[in-house]
């Protein structure tokens, strides 16, 4: 077999649970709440290119942002717009900079242009010291920092005057806000951008929007940085249904806001169910919980029932599970009460 280029080569490729389930809680999805009739298309030309710059979903994203169309790049999903940032800014061996356990994707783009990850440990119960990052940021001299904010897969919330300080300590680097989950916690930084050169956030209709199998992602940024950045953006990248039913999402802002807040109530919901059953449940401002469970090799267990969660293992085993609807939810309990 032709040899890939070697700082892929020791990659595994995202493991993607496919197994038949029940209730999927597992990938941070949100509901199917916003098309769930279908959307509406009455002409589309599927033999010509979609429309490179997405005019129309930047406009209406735009107003959901609190932004400039100006201001937005789309992508599919932000993940090809975090792998097109890292790579159009890192020459081989600079260094991109992220707590972890944090997103572990950042690693993954990193490695595939040869840039270094280094993943800066949270403390023990999770929380990321901003100081510490500031401090090795500038130690280590790097190019970019990354920061998650709701956190994947732990659910912290970086408090804005921490994330400020950030900004203000650091300029010589980029800084991403990627704050795919910013949508469940009212916590948002794209007001700065116009203060901060450095800085781009990076959205998603995956999870509030509940579109994630659209691949629809927005990289937002000051004007003058996204027109620097467009040089490598892929022509056509978004296609034809992608832009339409997206637009079509966009016009439907309350049902999005009502989504968000119930799912805050179901979290709440859930976290108390869990903490009865002797789970330990961290603070989260993302549309999941991350939690340590009382049963062993709970992931496995409740697969075997048809109810999927995430497993992670650092120090110990962890588990972050989707908040679902008020039904799924009541399954997993169900399920867990039963395990019990
Ligand atoms: N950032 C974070 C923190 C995520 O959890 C995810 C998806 N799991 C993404 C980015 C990518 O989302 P998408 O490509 O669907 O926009």
Known sequence: MIKLKESVEKLQAYFVNDVPYRVKLDANEGSNYLLKD?????????????????????????????????NIMVGN????????????????????????PSFSMYQTYCDLCGAEYVGLETERDFSQNID????????QNTKIIILCNPNNPTGYVTPREDVVKLLDSI?????????AYADFSEISVIDLIDKYENL?????????????????????????TVKYIWKVKIPYNINILSQHAAEQALDNIDK??????????LRQELRESLKELN??????????????????????????????????????????????????????????????
């Open 38 to 70: 279908g959307f509406k298309i009455d002409s589309f030309k599927p033999n010509l290119y979609p429309d490179s710059d997405s005019k129309v979903l930047r406009e209406k994203m735009a107003r959901y942002y609190g932004c400039s169309p100006e």
């Open 77 to 100: 999903g932000s993940s090809e717009l975090i792998n097109t940032v890292i790579n159009a800014f890192c020459e081989k061996g600079q260094k991109v900079m992220s707590f972890v």
């Open 132 to 139: 510490k990052l500031i401090a090795e940021g500038r130690k």
């Open 171 to 179: 300029n010589n680097s980029l800084i991403i806000l990627d704050e």
């Open 200 to 224: 781009i956030v990076m959205r998603t209709l995956s999870k509030a929007f509940g579109l994630a199998g659209l691949r629809v992602g927005a990289m937002i940024a000051n004007e003058k």
């Open 256 to 265: 999005v806001k009502e989504y968000t807040k119930r799912v805050k109530e």
């Open 279 to 340: 789970f330990k449940v961290y603070p989260s401002g993302g549309n999941f919980l991350f939690v340590k469970s009382p049963i062993e090799n709970l992931f496995e267990k409740l697969m075997a029932r048809g109810v999927l969660i995430r497993e992670f293992k650092f120090d110990t085993v962890y588990n972050r599970i989707t908040v679902g609807t008020e039904e799924e939810n009541k399954i997993l309990i169900e399920e867990i009460r039963e395990l019990m």
